[in-house]
């Protein structure tokens, strides 16, 4: 299984919606933990590295800029 790749900044896609309504969340903090924040009502939330690459469906829009079509 491919390792997932995602930085500081990116635009990811969760399996699960938040709730309010969206499953988009920016990475904005990155360690043991990811810190992602809901971009939808800004709503920030901490979890383990592992919970987060398993939620995780793709990244959207990278920092850089670049797009990956996966």
């Keep these: 299984m491919e390792r997932k790749v995602f930085g500081l900044g990116d635009i ?19 360690g043991m933990d990811i810190r992602i924040k809901c971009t939808g009502c800004h709503h920030s939330v901490l979890i383990p590295r592992a919970k987060f690459e398993k939620n995780m469906k793709k990244v959207l829009r990278s920092a850089e800029g670049e797009t990956t079509n996966n």
Excluded: F, S, W
């Excluded at 990811?12 to 990155?30: D, S």
């Design 12 to 30: 990811v896609l969760m399996k699960k919606p938040h709730p309010c309504g969206t499953n988009e969340m920016e990475i904005i903090r990155m």
